[in-house]
């Protein structure tokens, strides 16, 4: 069986019959293009498991319908599908970046990167980012052959530099990291395969990063007003939302909460999509590009926002951030979370012979980075329910996270 190239591919889609190949060479699939097998090897990660019991706003324990990262993701993957199809890139490519992406964060979300970053703090430091693309190209250990999920070249470009170039064409870091320098696990990375890290992404890897943000801004909304901490009336007051509330209370008199918020996600979605859709098409007729490195080379993101979107979306980020993340109940659980992740780094960079047995077994204590970098990523990997349950075994007393 051969696998065909879709008809409506636009030229400068990434085409899987072109793929850069994996850093291990390996035969093809019969039945599976190179990015459908990236994506397949991703769902069958360990990595992509634990994100089931791995906080998205909201601890595990806190309740069964909020998001987790594992929702989070298919989320993304959702929204990137429906983008990628209509702009006749490569869905499947979208999907496995977009199913990939988070798969490096810690447990407790950001607070609990915080916390890591700050242990690391004398071992260059802790970035889930890169750690996304360490847990796919080192730290799953399923393969005879190799470390790592041996993904093809544009999966990992993708992970590594959805959101822009990481250098400039001299290698100094630029953006994010222009004043940390590139983390340690994108370095050592570069070191052995090179990702073009002063270019931009494809296309395909720009609409995973949109998706990324058009998902967690909607379902952040959602889940902090099931939760009671964000208060309808007061999106109100956020020109984003208040026109589709107008928009769904007059087409729905009397709509009870519950339906009101799903029918005001859907369309903020829609809108968000859209907005994106209309701007990538400006942009990608201004450029009239001819390939996909076209899109690398173009100087500029071809994927996001309009400014009047982009205008909208950081008030709802500032809403959002005010009202949502740093709530005294979410400010106060992260705080402890932290502690938690701080504790458990602590012990057993102290103790490296505590760890289990596998990961004693590949252990070089006699650097102490290397040490560091050993515990760190046996910590990042940590649910949040094994983080506490860890930190129950090991202390006197964990705190709730209530």
């Not at 990939?100 to 889930?128: K, N, Q, S, V």
């Not at 080192?138 to 093809?152: P, Q, V, W």
């Not at 994108?186 to 998706?211: G, N, P």
């Not at 309009?306 to 009202?323: D, N, P, T, V, Y």
């Amino acid at each position: 069986m051969v696998i065909k190239p879709a008809a409506s591919r636009a030229v400068f889609a990434c085409n899987p019959d072109a793929s850069r190949g994996r850093l291990h060479p390996e035969a093809g699939c019969p039945l599976r293009t190179p990015y459908q097998r990236d994506r397949d090897r991703i769902v069958h990660s360990a990595a992509f498991r634990r994100l089931t019991y791995k906080t998205q706003v909201f601890i595990y324990h806190e309740g069964d319908h909020f998001r987790t990262r594992l929702t989070h993701s298919l989320e993304v993957a959702q929204i990137a599908r429906t983008m990628a199809r209509a702009l006749g890139l490569d869905e499947d490519l979208a999907e496995a970046i977009s199913l990939a992406h988070d798969l490096g964060h810690t447990p407790f979300g950001h607070a609990g990167e915080d916390a890591l970053h700050d242990a690391m703090r004398d071992y260059a430091g802790f970035d889930h980012n890169a750690q996304s693309l360490r847990t796919v190209t080192k730290l799953e250990h399923r393969y005879a052959a190799f470390d790592g999920l041996n993904l093809s070249w544009e999966t990992l470009e993708g992970l590594a530099k959805h959101n822009g170039p990481l250098t400039d064409a001299d290698g100094a870091p630029v953006g994010r990291y222009g004043k940390v320098g590139l983390p340690h696990a994108l370095r050592a990375y570069a070191a052995i395969h090179d990702l073009q890290l002063s270019t931009y992404a494809s296309a395909e890897a720009q609409i995973a990063a949109i998706a990324d943000d058009i998902a967690y801004n909607n379902h952040d909304i959602d889940d902090g007003l099931r939760a009671g901490l964000l208060k309808l009336d007061a999106l109100r007051d956020i020109p984003l939302t208040k026109r589709l509330i107008a928009e769904v209370e007059a087409r729905h008199r009397g709509i009870s909460q519950d339906r009101l918020i799903y029918e005001v996600n859907r369309r903020l979605i829609t809108a968000m999509v859209m907005d994106v859709l209309a701007e990538t098409g400006r942009r990608l007729d201004r450029l009239r590009p001819q390939s996909s490195d076209d899109i690398r080379n173009a100087g500029f993101i071809t994927a996001t926002f309009s400014e009047e979107m982009f205008r909208a979306m950081g008030e709802l980020r500032r809403f959002l951030f005010a009202k949502l993340y740093m709530h005294p109940k979410i400010a106060r659980i992260m705080r402890d979370a932290q502690g938690i992740v701080r504790d458990v780094f602590a012990h057993y960079l102290s103790a490296p012979d505590e760890l289990p047995e596998e990961w004693r077994r590949s252990l070089d204590a006699t650097d102490p980075a290397l040490r560091a970098r050993h515990v760190c990523d046996f910590v990042a990997g940590m649910t949040d329910r094994f983080a506490i349950e860890t930190h129950k075994r090991l202390f006197d007393e964990t705190p709730k996270l209530r």
